[in-house]
């Protein structure tokens, strides 16, 4: 399905919950994190993913809500997600602020960091019926995932 131009404010949502925690982060980086040598092609599905992430968020009206049925569960598991997200930013902002602080899982899902937002983002897809947001949260969580995968073995390995 195409899905419905006009605007979201679920999408506004998500996109506030996502970017505040990553504008705090931004000013007090992890000890010894660098962006160095990031794989291209990791680098470039995850930076291809958020800019169509955010523009599927803000342009597709099918995200926000129309009423109760069985299909806002998924609305539902999207939020679910999404505060999950929220509150790996407060442990993560409570801690020591180390590589494996940031690279660590929540509550059973590993590398929540990245992998919840990504979560989030392709439950909303399949809330919307939006199947461009369904693919941008593929692009995205290939990427963000991956580099962080990539930083996680490192931080593993010992570097």
Partial sequence: MPGN????????????MLFIPNIIWAKGKPQGFTSENENKILLF???????????CLLVFSDFN???????SLWLMAAFVFIIL???WWVRYF???????????GFLGI??????LPVMAFFML?????????????????IGHI????????????GN
């Fill in 85 to 87: 997200y929220e509150a």
């Fill in 65 to 71: 809500i129309h009423g109760w049925s069985l299909w």
């Fill in 146 to 157: 991956g580099i962080h995968m990539r930083h996680k073995k490192s931080i593993d390995m």
């Fill in 125 to 141: 897809g399949i809330y919307g019926k939006v199947v461009w947001m369904l693919i941008a949260a593929l692009i995205f969580g």
């Fill in 5 to 16: 131009f006009g605007f979201s404010y679920m999408g506004l949502l998500f996109l506030l």
């Fill in 45 to 55: 599905l995850e930076r291809a993913g958020e800019v169509l992430t955010c523009c």
């Fill in 110 to 115: 590993p590398l929540a960091g990245a992998t």
């Fill in 94 to 104: 409570r801690s020591e602020r180390k590589r494996t602080d940031f690279y660590s």
